[in-house]
């Protein structure tokens, strides 16, 4: 079972009805408890970055996801979710992340396009991923964002331009994030969060 984190920010049922939708075994839980029995974890968002983590430590959550990342089991952070991932961000005076992957959260230098950056952009994979088997480089994803993570190259896994070039996509062995929704990006966003089950399966067995 893959565990939705219902924290109380994000598009919780459009996640869980496209995971539905691509055959997963999936659930939008407010119990941390069943964070620490399941395959796989995704912990969407959307809103402020420092309310998130009040919230994600108000309820409980902190501890069995960093312990669940820590067992080896698969995590994808989704938009603000993957913004979490990270050490820190600096938006609205700064707060602490789940420290899961290196780096921080600052302002998306658009280089005077219109922020947030919405709509569709194309991402270019930077290597080889479970997590993007079957996606073709340059496929769009619909994004909604103001700000972006700053992690080390290496845990890149795809990137984007508006403005500046940024990380969409990272990876740092079992923990995933995507700045984009797949949920709201068609086929190719179905693709990956297929492919973010398949990650999970073999945890299970």
């Not at 620490?36 to 969407?44: H, K, M, T, W």
């Not at 108000?58 to 994808?76: I, K």
């Not at 922020?115 to 993007?132: C, D, I, Q």
């Not at 845990?155 to 403005?163: E, K």
């Amino acid at each position: 079972m893959i565990a939705v984190c219902d924290y109380g920010m994000g598009n919780l049922r459009s996640v869980e009805k496209a995971l539905e939708r691509v055959g997963a075994q999936a659930e939008r839980t407010t119990d941390p408890g069943a964070v620490a029995e399941a395959d796989g974890v995704i912990v969407p968002g959307v809103g402020a970055f420092g309310e998130a983590m009040t919230r994600i430590h108000d309820r409980g959550f902190f501890e069995p996801v960093r312990e669940r990342a820590a067992a080896g089991v698969p995590v994808l952070g989704i938009c603000l979710g993957m913004q979490l991932l990270f050490d820190r961000s600096t938006e609205l005076g700064g707060a602490e992340g789940l420290g899961l992957i290196a780096g921080d959260v600052t302002g998306l230098d658009a280089k005077g396009a219109k922020v947030p950056h919405m709509g569709w952009s194309p991402v270019e994979w930077r290597h080889e991923s479970a997590l993007t088997d079957g996606l073709s480089p340059g496929e769009p994803f619909y994004f909604v964002h103001s700000l972006v993570p700053r992690p080390a190259e290496r845990d890149v896994l795809g990137a984007t331009t508006y403005g500046e070039t940024f990380a969409c996509a990272v990876e740092r062995e079992n923990v995933f994030g995507v700045q984009f929704h797949p949920e709201k990006s068609s086929a190719a966003g179905l693709r990956l969060l297929s492919n973010f089950a398949a990650i999970c399966a073999p945890v299970h067995a």
